[in-house]
């Protein structure tokens, strides 16, 4: 058995797709849409088969995001060195996105950066 994906609710589609694409190398399938609900998905697959199904819809409501939540707590790709760790988070804090903790060595021993994608979904990139 195996974690096929994870899905996320979205505002904005086609810029979530894009930020998981252009810094996460992730490929996307044609967009799926449903007249009948107004439902629109995109799965973005990464290397090793791992998928991400981002969604949107009309009349999506809002929650309380107040940390600490249940719930998803963060998405994390694992680059293979710190070097790739430090340029990916350089390129995406010079994109204007923000920097939530790192690059840091954590107590058990991970190298990591965290960022928040466009929707504030937290984003770890490891070593």
């Not at 409501?61 to 790739?84: N, V, W, Y």
Request: with cysteine; aromatic share 14%; proline share 3%.
């Amino acid at each position: 058995m195996f974690l096929d994906h994870v899905a996320i609710y979205t505002y904005d589609i086609e810029k979530l797709k894009d930020f998981y694409t252009k810094y996460f190398s992730g490929k996307e399938n044609r967009k799926y849409y449903n007249e009948k609900t107004g439902l629109q998905t995109y799965f973005i697959t990464f290397e090793g088969g791992a998928r991400l199904e981002i969604m949107s819809k009309p009349n999506l409501a809002l929650t309380d995001q107040s940390f600490p939540a249940i719930g998803m707590a963060h998405i994390s790709f694992r680059t293979g060195s710190r070097e790739k760790v430090d340029r990916l988070t350089k390129a995406l804090i010079e994109d204007g996105y923000f920097l939530k903790s790192g690059p840091r060595e954590t107590g058990d021993g991970y190298y990591e950066s965290c960022v928040l994608d466009p929707d504030s979904n937290e984003v770890e990139i490891m070593a």
